[in-house]
């Protein structure tokens, strides 16, 4: 059982800049996959980043790449996501998830993950 809490969205001006976390329970967080997904009013739910157990690979949305990072800390039990250059269109719910086992193409599609935080919003103003 792995559970997750998102922090750090907020409201922001576009062009701005957030950095999310999400903590994650439990001695095993090292040995799952993570990626974040946003959820905008009246629109589904989207793949946004992943990244494998080791942090030596990483999955970004066209929408996203070149302005969001993603990195974990197994350390720390944490996976983040740091959000540059943010627009309008980026103002939605963040929110983490994991699945175990290494990463592949299936992490960006909603059912490959077990489990998924309580999310976090992030508004950014025009």
């Known amino acids: 059982q792995v559970q997750l809490v998102e922090s750090g969205g907020g409201l922001v001006q576009a062009g701005g800049s957030l950095r999310l976390s999400c903590a994650a329970s439990?001695?095993?967080?090292?040995?799952?996959?993570m990626g974040w997904f946003r959820q905008a009013p009246g629109k589904e739910r989207e793949f946004v980043a992943a990244?494998?157990?080791?942090?030596?690979?990483?999955y970004y949305a066209d929408s996203v790449k070149g302005r969001f990072t993603i990195s974990r800390d197994n350390a720390k039990n944490t996976v983040y996501l740091q959000l540059n250059s943010l627009k309008p269109e980026d103002t939605a719910v963040y929110y983490c998830?994991?699945?175990?086992?290494?990463?592949?193409?299936?992490?960006?599609?909603?059912?490959?993950?077990?489990?998924w935080g309580q999310g976090t919003q992030v508004t950014v103003s025009s």
């Open positions: 439990g001695r095993t967080f090292s040995s799952y996959a």
């Open positions: 998830a994991a699945a175990q086992g290494p990463l592949t193409p299936s992490a960006t599609r909603n059912s490959w993950y077990r489990y």
């Open positions: 990244i494998s157990w080791s942090g030596g690979n990483t």
